[in-house]
């Protein structure tokens, strides 16, 4: 679901995360051997205010070790960061500082392998006074590989099979926001790659409308292209 909830209520947020790796079904009929956290890929997504206390539960409910890294916090990696074994737990606790769209990942080594293969989310942070709008979303891209799992040979374009959000063969698009006239929108897109992918996003396709606002977060947008 491409609806954004509203930030979490309170200051001070526990959250409890489990480690998993389990067949989920990626397409109609097709299913995958993801690793994932919360037993979903993408990830959760989570969301709350500058200065809001994030204390995450991480329960390794897998079969082997894995861990968390939170790109919108500022922790020891040898500490919060470090990997877990099966039937493991531990808590990573920190204050969102900055606002932004932010990814989190599993960050044991072969990293890249762990995110391939779903261990991944995106956590949203408010600044104050944030303008209302009618209606929110937050839209991760991502990518279903489908070379073996702990296979890092897999992980190049030749076995790169689908983005969710224009598959050629498994998926093509996963949700169509259905808008009204004069709605105001707020639209996060979120892309956990390594930043030299192009994520080509369209918003009004044969119909007026206007962007209000790029945050300067988003350095990577190379242009805006008005219909």
């Given at each position: 679901?491409?609806?954004?909830?509203?930030?979490?209520?309170?200051?001070?947020?526990?959250?409890?995360?489990?480690?998993?790796?389990?067949?989920?079904?990626?397409?109609?009929g097709?299913?995958?051997?993801?690793?994932?956290?919360?037993?979903?890929?993408?990830?959760?997504?989570?969301?709350?205010?500058?200065?809001?206390?994030?204390?995450?539960t991480?329960?390794?409910?897998?079969?082997?070790?894995?861990?968390?890294?939170?790109?919108?916090?500022?922790?020891?990696?040898?500490?919060?960061?470090?990997?877990?074994?099966?039937?493991?737990?531990?808590?990573?606790?920190?204050?969102?500082?900055?606002?932004?769209?932010?990814?989190?990942?599993?960050?044991?080594?072969?990293?890249?392998?762990?995110?391939?293969?779903?261990?991944?989310?995106?956590?949203?942070?408010?600044?104050?006074?944030l303008?209302?709008?009618?209606?929110?979303?937050?839209?991760?891209?991502?990518?279903?590989?489908?070379?073996?799992?702990?296979?890092?040979?897999?992980?190049?374009?030749?076995?790169?099979?689908?983005a969710?959000?224009?598959?050629?063969?498994?998926?093509?698009?996963?949700?169509?926001?259905?808008?009204?006239?004069?709605?105001?929108?707020?639209?996060?897109?979120?892309?956990?790659?390594?930043?030299?992918?192009?994520?080509?996003?369209?918003?009004?396709?044969?119909?007026?409308?206007?962007?209000?606002?790029?945050?300067?977060?988003?350095?990577?947008?190379?242009?805006?292209?008005?219909?």
């Open positions: 679901d491409p609806v954004l909830q509203p930030p979490l209520t309170g200051t001070v947020h526990e959250i409890a995360l489990d480690a998993t790796e389990q067949l989920i079904e990626v397409a109609p097709v299913t995958q051997l993801m690793w994932t956290f919360g037993g979903q890929v993408p990830g959760p997504v989570l969301h709350g205010k500058i200065g809001d206390l994030f204390r995450i991480l329960t390794n409910k897998g079969a082997m070790g894995h861990s968390i890294d939170f790109h919108a916090s500022k922790v020891a990696w040898s500490d919060e960061m470090r990997t877990i074994q099966p039937g493991e737990s531990l808590v990573y606790e920190f204050e969102a500082q900055f606002a932004g769209a932010y990814m989190y990942h599993c960050g044991t080594p072969p990293v890249l392998m762990h995110i391939a293969a779903g261990m991944y989310g995106a956590l949203i942070v408010d600044p104050p006074n303008p209302s709008v009618d209606h929110e979303y937050a839209i991760v891209q991502s990518e279903l590989y489908t070379g073996p799992r702990g296979d890092l040979a897999g992980l190049d374009m030749s076995t790169w099979k689908d969710p959000w224009d598959g050629p063969r498994y998926l093509t698009v996963l949700h169509l926001l259905s808008v009204g006239k004069n709605w105001r929108l707020r639209v996060k897109v979120f892309a956990p790659d390594d930043g030299e992918d192009i994520v080509p996003v369209r918003f009004g396709h044969g119909h007026q409308h206007h962007v209000a606002a790029i945050p300067a977060q988003i350095a990577a947008v190379r242009h805006v292209q008005r219909l």
